[in-house]
């Protein structure tokens, strides 16, 4: 929640000032020219310069710095000279470049299979339709399902293949490997682990914590930073054990486990401290089995309840095994997102069209866009809706009631009875959050 | 079928230009960045744009025509599949161009081009999407920045353009059927020279041990081959001065 704070636009910015600082004449990484057998090209730069100067510039230990090199160049903002296949920083005299802007990795623009039927076209004007097994492959599979554009795809391939063959030799080797790179990192060869089945995301936190900890311009970032770190003690202070006595008493200091009875994943009446954290996010309700089993309630009430289940399977999907995946992702096609499915769910166009698009090579995070924005349909409506009720009909329970576990469990216990006069902690926390 | 041969040489006008256009975006914020490089893009783009409204507007004017028979009919829908997709990618290119253009903006000092290995002119590309033999260059020093604004009205433009062309024109693109098939793109390329196969596998990794023993066996051989070619050539020459003087 605390890196949640920063929004996607700073965290690539971060990356890709990393990018620019790298190439800094005076501070940056040294480059020397590569020689080859006809010609010489500039700026390669070795795999030992690059940890060097990470390792300088964070103040950071030579394995992290391996690490950050390693994700630099798995999604492809640098690429290997020599074993282009594999996408590792080698800490030693092993050349890399650097991508070119355009081939840099971005969520806003999807990689699309008909710029790749495009690239596997001109590589086989090139190696004289002599290509790799797995390309042969590709490029089959593409011919069938993108048949009604293939002429525009042969057209676009000679054309390109020309207008290529007017650049300096030096120049075109170099645009030749910097095409090669970035189809090795978004269609990699069958055998390779791909950075993509992890996220972009995911390796943007180490760039942050790092590139804010040094950067002074960052400034507001740390202070935003700081005071969610605050907002979040004052918010948990009273569920943290460690901090406030855990009721009726800690199972590991009294050897009397009634605390775990009452919180059971399966439980019939939910505690007061367990409700009330409930409140406090939308992430906190999900994450409880039980809050999940009595939002999914509410849901068949208002009639959304296709909004969860299309959340649980992301999930499913996102942590399940490698093997499962085509078939969840199909499932999950036919079930929620079709034209005149069972559970269809409701996300823009834009969304929709990326989803669908990005299902064609089903990974685990493809269905990562309309999650996000049914799991923000849901906080903003569903959520929202349910609290609102709570606070403003005490009548209303939309909770089968809650325990105090102070007391003796009492059924008739519910939100209401437990404010103190004045505004109630709930009220005040989603006002401040909104 | 005049009309098919005009719409087909206007598509593959735009085709071109669009192939060229994306070549000279991939150039844009390395270090084969520049001035003329802005200006060739704005001029490129423009081209574009025109030969896209020509299509258009001779597409439509096509495919508006009920009277036409069901295999010229099949025969523009393929023509309209050609120029949409063209358009779809050019639209790419340009918003993305838009982008890189305003991350790396050419005058700011601190603000390093990446050092991708590409430093020569993209001039030949650009005088070939513009059908000159050499471009000229007039633009004012700071396109770089002054371009952005109408290159933002222009995406818009091309995007109003493509929303109307999807709605006044009905056609399936996925019912078409191409007439290319599989490996069609190795034809009339085949003659194209021979001597760009040695630059490109440069790129490919070549263990350089091989290439040494390779060579100097090579050698061996090659002056063995040529001591044995000039006994032979001594020989004639003795013999055919017996036979002459004898």
Known sequence: PLINTISGVVKLCIVESVMLEMQDPKTGVKSQPQRLVITTIPHAITGEDIVAWLTNRYSIEAEEAWALGTMLVAFGYIYPLQDHKRLVIKPDASLYRFQTPYFWPAQQWPV??????????????RKKGILALYEQVQYNSLHKWMNHKWDFIVMQAKEQYRAGKERKKPDRVVFDCQERAYWVVHRPPPGTVSAMDYGLERMVLKSIILHSLQHSSCFLCLFSLFSSLVKYSVTYNKHDPFLAPCLPSNPWVTDDVTYWFLNMA?????????????????????SDPRGRDDFRLFLKKEFSGENLAFWEACEDLKWGTAATMNDKAQQVYKTF???????????DGKTMEVTVKGL???HRYVLDAAQTHIFMLMKKVSFTTLILQALLCPSWRPMRGSVDPASVPSSSASWSRRREPGWPPVALWTSHRS | MGGTDECKTMLDALNKVTACYRHLVIALGSTSDSQNLREELKKTRKKAQELAVANRNKLT?????KTTSKDDRAEYERLWVLFTSSMELLEVDMKRSLEIGQEFPLKVPTRHLIQTGMTGSTTTVAARAMSVQNMKYDADSNIDTADLKELQAEITQVGQMMEEMEMKVQVAPWAVEAKQEAGAELKSTLSVGNSSVGVISICEEEPKDEIDEGG????????????IFVAIV????ILGYFVIGG
């Open chain 1, 112 to 125: 699309e299979d008909t710029d790749y039927a495009i690239y596997l076209a001109k590589r086989n004007i």
């Open chain 1, 360 to 362: 064609k090579h089903p």
């Open chain 1, 266 to 286: 399966n439980v019939g009446i939910p505690t007061k401290m367990r409700v009330e954290r409930w409140t406090f996010s939308f992430g906190e309700l999900l």
């Open chain 2, 234 to 237: 001594v020989i004639a020459g």
């Open chain 2, 61 to 65: 004017e096509l495919l508006k025509d």
């Open chain 1, 337 to 347: 997102l079709t034209r005149g499915a069972p559970r269809w769910i409701n996300i």
């Open chain 2, 216 to 227: 100097d066996n090579n050698g061996m051989i090659t002056c063995i081959a040529g001591f």
